[in-house]
């Protein structure tokens, strides 16, 4: 009989400090990870944002056990990261010259010379700053350019090479001894200020969603000179795009169970209303210096359309992470090198559009507090 009062008066006395515990704002539940004691987390002060599982800093274990136990619910007030890219330019190659073999059909009998840039390095940089307890302003700034050049020379007795970006209603320009070069740039940078947004989260996943405005700039520059006549002859062009509009997007998060591990997906895309100009001229030194010389604008609505996959690690409080991943980018409705040149020539430029991809690795380093 006194044994039942006294387990009746301890399991009240369990019961009131419990009920003080939560008036002081602590967290009452203390299971730790398989079955563990751990030391209870306290609840996040009044007017602090707090974890989704209720104030529970670690879900699967404590620091000392070497398991993650940052809580992917918490959002820290900054952050900020930078990115090295290694990307590489796809369907933008220009060909400038090809070898034939002197005869009435014109037949080919080495490779088309051409330049297409390979993969090169950028870099991104950014941070947020949380406005309350699920959102952050965010801004980030990318630059990314490849330049490449190439060389031609005829190598076959007999042979002929044409120069392809020359216009055809100049002089012929086959040679037996032609050599040719070629230079090619391609330029891009981004800026985005976003409202994100997490709007789902439970101890290992989860999912932000972001909305903001964009501004994007493309650049193109092609440069050719044809020796072996008697006057050296050279081809210019330049494209370029400037515009900005809206940007939406969706980024997923999943931790490993039991370490620092994560994996992560994040997907976007950019609606950016802008104005493509372009010029292209041809001349010979010495001789007539400008023999074309022309130009166009006109106004395009871009979409760029990017998917990045990768895996990351972080420490245990989450205050330090590092990702790594692959990227592709596809950049619509914009005015290639290749398709410019070629309108010049057949003198028609109705309808130029074509499509521009970008894929390669990323590395990010982030710093969170």
């Given at each position: 009989?006194?044994?039942?009062?006294?387990?009746?008066?301890?399991?009240?006395?369990?019961?009131?400090?419990?009920?003080?515990m939560?008036?002081?704002?602590?967290?009452?539940?203390?299971?730790?990870?398989?079955?563990?004691?751990?030391?209870?987390?306290?609840?996040?002060?009044?007017?602090?944002?707090?974890?989704?599982?209720?104030?529970?800093?670690?879900?699967?274990?404590?620091?000392?056990?070497g398991?993650?136990?940052?809580?992917p619910?918490?959002?820290?007030r900054?952050?900020?990261?930078?990115?090295?890219?290694?990307?590489?330019?796809?369907?933008?190659?220009?060909?400038?010259?090809?070898?034939?073999?002197?005869?009435?059909?014109?037949?080919?009998?080495?490779?088309?010379a051409?330049?297409?840039?390979?993969?090169?390095?950028?870099?991104?940089i950014?941070?947020?700053?949380?406005?309350?307890?699920?959102?952050?302003?965010?801004?980030?700034?990318?630059?990314?350019?490849?330049?490449?050049?190439?060389?031609?020379?005829?190598?076959?007795?007999?042979?002929?090479?044409r120069?392809?970006?020359?216009?055809?209603?100049?002089?012929?320009?086959d040679?037996?001894?032609?050599?040719?070069?070629?230079?090619?740039?391609?330029?891009?940078q981004?800026?985005?200020v976003?409202?994100?947004?997490?709007?789902?989260?439970?101890?290992?996943?989860?999912?932000?969603?972001?909305?903001?405005?964009?501004?994007?700039?493309?650049e193109?520059?092609?440069?050719?000179?044809?020796?072996?006549?008697?006057?050296?002859?050279?081809?210019?062009?330049?494209?370029?795009?400037?515009g900005?509009?809206?940007?939406?997007?969706?980024?997923?998060?999943?931790?490993?169970?039991d370490?620092?591990?994560?994996?992560?997906?994040?997907?976007?895309?950019?609606?950016?209303?802008?104005?493509?100009?372009?010029?292209?001229?041809?001349?010979?030194?010495?001789?007539?210096?400008?023999?074309?010389?022309?130009?166009?604008?006109?106004?395009?609505?871009v979409s760029?359309?990017?998917?990045?996959?990768?895996?990351?690690?972080?420490?245990?409080?989450?205050?330090?992470?590092?990702?790594?991943?692959?990227?592709?980018?596809?950049?619509?409705?914009?005015?290639?090198?290749?398709?410019?040149?070629?309108?010049v020539?057949?003198?028609?430029?109705?309808?130029?559009?074509?499509?521009?991809?970008?894929?390669?690795?990323?590395?990010?380093?982030?710093l969170?507090?």
């Amino acid at each position: 009989m006194k044994a039942r009062i006294v387990f009746s008066a301890c399991m009240v006395g369990l019961l009131a400090a419990q009920q003080a515990m939560a008036q002081q704002g602590y967290d009452i539940r203390s299971v730790g990870y398989a079955g563990e004691e751990k030391t209870a987390a306290p609840a996040a002060p009044a007017g602090e944002c707090s974890t989704c599982t209720g104030g529970e800093v670690c879900t699967d274990g404590t620091c000392d056990t070497g398991i993650a136990c940052v809580d992917p619910c918490y959002q820290p007030r900054w952050t900020f990261f930078g990115d090295v890219l290694y990307l590489r330019a796809r369907d933008v190659e220009v060909p400038y010259a090809v070898q034939n073999d002197g005869t009435e059909t014109v037949n080919q009998v080495g490779r088309v010379a051409l330049v297409d840039p390979d993969y090169d390095l950028g870099f991104r940089i950014g941070g947020s700053f949380m406005l309350d307890c699920d959102a952050a302003l965010a801004m980030q700034y990318t630059w990314w350019r490849a330049d490449t050049e190439d060389s031609f020379t005829v190598d076959q007795p007999g042979a002929i090479g044409r120069w392809l970006v020359s216009h055809p209603g100049t002089l012929n320009v086959d040679s037996g001894d032609l050599d040719a070069t070629a230079e090619y740039d391609i330029e891009f940078q981004l800026v985005d200020v976003d409202y994100r947004s997490n709007f789902y989260c439970n101890g290992r996943t989860s999912l932000t969603w972001l909305a903001g405005v964009s501004y994007g700039h493309l650049e193109e520059t092609f440069a050719s000179q044809l020796f072996g006549n008697q006057n050296g002859s050279f081809v210019d062009t330049n494209i370029k795009f400037d515009g900005g509009g809206i940007r939406l997007g969706l980024e997923a998060e999943r931790y490993a169970r039991d370490c620092g591990l994560l994996v992560y997906g994040r997907g976007s895309a950019r609606f950016l209303a802008g104005e493509f100009d372009a010029d292209y001229i041809q001349g010979e030194i010495p001789g007539d210096p400008v023999q074309i010389n022309t130009g166009w604008k006109a106004g395009r609505v871009v979409s760029i359309l990017d998917l990045e996959l990768g895996a990351g690690w972080q420490n245990c409080n989450g205050t330090f992470r590092v990702t790594g991943g692959y990227m592709v980018s596809g950049w619509f409705n914009t005015v290639t090198t290749a398709d410019w040149i070629s309108a010049v020539h057949n003198n028609n430029y109705n309808d130029l559009g074509d499509t521009i991809t970008f894929d390669g690795f990323v590395a990010r380093a982030e710093l969170r507090y």
